[in-house]
Nanobody
């Protein structure tokens, strides 16, 4: 059974930093894209960042470019999201996701391309 477990969420003041981690179990995703999405209250789940197994070709939502960094450790089957210069509008539940397919150097920003999801970790940024 595949499981993705996120950790690292919490309450932080605007301008602060948090690091989210996601540990995968049940199978390895070394050749598969992994990503982070978020869902704010009353809004749809939206793309944040994604990374293929070729770690140099990451993609980011425009709203987080320059502030967030996604990385992965294939040896540990984990993916992380370093979030700096946090803003109140970053407040959301953050979800880790993994694609079931090996897509080479491309990491999709479409949530429909991800089949495995974690339970989410809440991030609250106070002003």
């Amino acid at each position: 059974q595949v499981q993705l477990v996120e950790s690292g969420g919490g309450l932080v003041q605007a301008g602060g930093s948090l690091r989210l981690s996601c540990a995968a179990s049940g199978r390895t995703f070394n050749n598969n894209p992994m990503g982070w999405f978020r869902q704010a209250p009353g809004k749809e789940r939206e793309f944040v960042a994604a990374i293929p197994w070729v770690t140099g070709r990451t993609t980011y939502a425009d709203s987080v470019k320059g502030r967030f960094t996604i990385s992965r450790d294939n040896a540990k089957n984990t993916v992380s999201l370093q979030m700096n210069s946090l803003k109140p509008e970053d407040t959301a539940v953050y979800y880790c996701a993994a694609s079931p397919n090996d897509s080479g150097t491309y990491a999709s920003p479409q949530k429909t391309d991800y089949a495995y999801w974690g339970q989410g970790t809440r991030v609250t940024v106070s002003s």
